[in-house]
């Protein structure tokens, strides 16, 4: 098959979408297929997938599609289907996917983000395309974001569930772990320092169960850069938590999978994840995820049983001290993550993609 992704973000940007498109795209090479990636994004990278890049400032781009119409047509050519991922607002795959429509070109559309909360603007970037009647099969990456596409769109017949690809065999552990809270205990994070990822929140539910249990040893390692970076450090000192907290900056997969296999545990900090790859990965390499109810964790992080799931901030430090306090609770969760692999990798993932191409075509 020829398939033209579409996606406002792509690399050089990091991020989630910009990372499953290209690992999407990548998969679908390595099993015979012929992929192009279509962005906004001018900037060059070195990916190994062919990429038609639209010129010129980005927010110009975005404001302006139809003005790379000549770049989408062209690309599209010969197209099999065109898969367009969506985030809150996405005027380049929207575009495209009413020029793959009006060609007769399968559409297939994944929705990357949590749209119920912000559904007025999603309505509205969407009203000048008609995407919400276009002849086009949906999916989103978790059934919470399926859900809120059914809510803002809905006179779609069916949303169904294409999870983010992960290779989590390549995360598992192949060497014995260490033992629960062995030199004390260890939390990871990895993520962008940004505000929506809600890491200042979560240091101060880690303040408050400090307060609780005392100077225990732990040692809680955040892996991630971003425009937040220089603020949370100044938190990290302000609370009294510079001998618990480190701040690692960007890591390499390798060093963060090390990282993992050398934890307890791993929290998840952002309260709107459409899906949580990192959650995901670090579930792969056999930790227990604390997180929050209500966005894609709930997919793959059963409560209770591969970690805990909370409601808010006053909950999250609930989890937190129970934890620090009980060892061997963590232990029996992390007999759980250890011994049955999650319920989500790349054959699901792949398996899904290729049911949401069919319908497409139907």
Known sequence: MRIVHVTDSFAPRVGGIERQVEALANRQRAEGHDVAVITAVSDVADVDVPVARAQGPRWVTAAFPWRHSHLIEATLDGADIVHAHFTIVSPVPEYAARVATRRGIPVAITVHSLWWQVRSATRVSNWPFGIGHARAAWSAVSSVAADHVRRTLPRLDQVSVVPN??????????????????????????????????????????????????????????????????????????????????????????????????????????????????????????????????????????????????????????????????????????????????????????????????????
């Open 165 to 362: 690809l992960v290779d989590t065999d390549w995360w598992r552990p192949v060497e014995p772990l260490r033992v629960t809270g062995d030199g004390g205990l260890r939390i990871a994070l990895v993520g962008r320092l940004v505000k929506r990822k809600h890491v200042r929140e979560f240091l101060t539910s880690l303040a408050v169960a400090r307060t609780r249990i005392g100077d225990a040893p732990v040692h809680v390692r955040i892996v991630g850069d971003g425009a937040r970076r220089a603020d949370l450090a100044h938190q990290v000192d302000e609370s009294g938590l510079g001998d618990w907290v480190e701040l690692l900056g960007h890591r390499p997969a390798p060093a963060i999978r090390e990282l993992l296999h050398d934890s307890d545990l791993f929290v998840a900090t952002s309260r709107q994840e459409s899906f949580g790859i990192a959650a995901l990965e670090a579930r792969a390499a056999g930790l227990p995820i604390l997180g929050f109810r209500g966005n894609g964790l709930a997919d793959f992080v059963a409560d209770g049983t591969e970690g805990i799931l909370v409601a808010d901030d006053d909950a999250m430090a609930d989890a937190l001290t129970a934890l620090l306090r009980d060892p061997e609770e963590l232990t029996r969760l992390r007999k759980n993550t250890t011994t049955f692999p999650p319920s989500i990798g790349i054959g699901e993932s792949m398996d899904a993609v290729q049911a949401l191409y069919r319908r497409a075509a139907r």
